[in-house]
């Protein structure tokens, strides 16, 4: 089993940023990648951007590409979002994901992020 524990949300005005954590423990020794995701009011959850494990190498989204950027510490088995430039439409809950070799995923309990206009 593998548990994630999301931090780092909160309120923010438009133009600011914000850093999510997102801490992984339990059977990570497997992991393949972990990715954040976003859901907002009334629409589905969407994709935001990933990063590998063996090589580092994010993917974003085209709506936050030049904005975020995810990071890891492999020390820490932490992976983090980093957030700039954050408009209103990013109000969201923010969440993580775990996907390990054999195609099993994990999810975190999500954070809240809300810029206001």
């Known amino acids: 089993q593998v548990q994630l524990v999301e931090s780092g949300g909160g309120l923010v005005q438009a133009g600011g940023s914000l850093r999510l954590s997102c801490a992984a423990s339990g059977r990570t020794s497997s992991t393949y990648s972990m990715s954040w995701f976003r859901q907002a009011p009334g629409k589905e959850r969407e994709f935001v951007g990933t990063?590998?494990?063996?090589?580092?190498?994010?993917s974003y989204t085209e709506s936050v590409k030049g904005r975020f950027t995810i990071s890891r510490d492999n020390a820490k088995n932490t992976v983090f979002l980093q957030m700039n430039s954050l408009q209103p439409e990013d109000t969201a809950v923010y969440y993580c994901?775990?996907?390990?070799?054999?195609?099993?995923?994990?999810w975190g309990q999500g954070t809240q992020v809300n810029v206001s206009s």
């Open positions: 994901r775990l996907s390990n070799g054999r195609g099993i995923t994990y």
């Open positions: 990063i590998r494990w063996s090589s580092s190498i994010p």
